[in-house]
C-alpha cells in the first residue's frame, strides 16, 4: 500500500520521500513484471525488503529462479518482531539478515548499507563475513520538513529519506569508512548518494566506488547517464588512463 501522501518533497539540494516501499510482492514481480522486461538489453537487480528474517529468506528464495541478476537487500526496514527497530542500525541483526538470504539463493547479494548506522564499517565487515558479495552505500538519510503555515509535517509519514546532492558529502565519507574492509575482502562497493554530474563520479570513484549509481539525479535530468559517461571517459583520457577501475580507490591522504 505504500505511505500516505504527500511522500514526496523538494527540499534544498535535495528531495524527502516516503513512499513506503510500495510494490506488488515478490511472487508478483516474478510471475508478471519480469517476463517482459527486455533482459537482452542490461541486466536487472531485484530490491529485497523484509519485515522479518523469514521474509527475506523468503524472497531470496523466489528471487533465485528468477532472470534477475543480483539483489540487493535493503536493510533499512524495521523488524517488527523486534519492536520496529530497523535491520541497518544494528551490525549483528544486519549480518543476521544476510545469513537468512544467503542459503536461499546462488545470486549475488548486495548489502544496502544505511548512513543512519552508529559504525557502518562494522556493520559492512559483518555483512561481509555473513556472505554479502557486494556493498550498495548509501542508503537515504532520515529527515524531516514542516509546513510553516500549518505547523505540521510536510510528509504524511513524518520522517522521509533524504537523498539528492545535500547527501554526497556524507556519502563520500561513508564509502572511505567502508573501503578498507571492503578491499579487504576482495568485495567491490557501488557507490550512491547525490551523484549529479560527472565530476561528482570522478569524485566517488577516487573515494573507492568499484561502480556508481544515480537515482534523484535523474528527476533533475533524464538524460544525465549519458553526460556523465562523456565526462568520465573525457577525465580518463585527460589523465591517461585505460579504464574506470584504474581511478578507483586513488584517493591521496
Known amino acids: 500500500m505504500g505511505n500516505a501522501p504527500h511522500r514526496v518533497y523538494e527540499t534544498p539540494s535535495g528531495m524527502l520521500n516516503a513512499i513506503g516501499l510500495q510494490n506488488p510482492g515478490v511472487k508478483h514481480v516474478v510471475e508478471n513484471i519480469l517476463p517482459n522486461l527486455p533482459h537482452g538489453e542490461t541486466q536487472f537487480w531485484a530490491n529485497a525488503n523484509g519485515t522479518s528474517l523469514a521474509e527475506y529468506a523468503e524472497i531470496a528464495a523466489v528471487f533465485d529462479n528468477s532472470p534477475v541478476t543480483a539483489i540487493e537487500i535493503n536493510i533499512s526496514c524495521p523488524n517488527v518482531k523486534e519492536g520496529g527497530v530497523h535491520f541497518g542500525n544494528d551490525p549483528v541483526m544486519a549480518a543476521k539478515v544476510v545469513e537468512a538470504m544467503r ?34 552505500v548509501i542508503n537515504t538519510l532520515v529527515g524531516m520538513a514542516v509546513d510553516i503555515e500549518t ?103
Open 103 to 136: 542459503p536461499m539463493t546462488k545470486k549475488p547479494l548486495i548489502t544496502k548499507l544505511s548512513p543512519n548506522n552508529a559504525d557502518i564499517a562494522e556493520t559492512a565487515r559483518m555483512v561481509i563475513e555473513a556472505g554479502s558479495d557486494g556493498l550498495s
Open 151 to 253: 505547523r505540521k509535517p510536510v510528509i504524511g509519514n513524518i520522517s522521509g529519506g533524504l537523498s539528492g546532492p545535500a547527501i554526497k558529502p556524507v556519502a563520500l565519507w561513508k564509502i572511505r569508512q567502508t573501503r578498507t574492509v571492503a578491499a579487504k575482502h576482495n568485495i567491490p562497493i557501488l557507490g550512491q548518494g547525490g551523484l549529479t554530474t560527472g565530476a561528482d563520479a570522478i569524485e566517488f570513484a577516487i573515494t573507492g566506488s568499484d561502480a556508481i549509481g544515480i537515482g534523484t539525479g535523474l528527476f533533475y535530468d533524464p538524460l544525465l547517464c549519458g553526460k556523465v559517461l562523456d565526462e568520465l571517459r573525457d577525465y580518463l583520457t585527460r589523465h591517461n588512463m585505460k579504464s574506470y577501475q584504474e581511478l578507483v580507490g586513488t584517493l591521496q591522504s
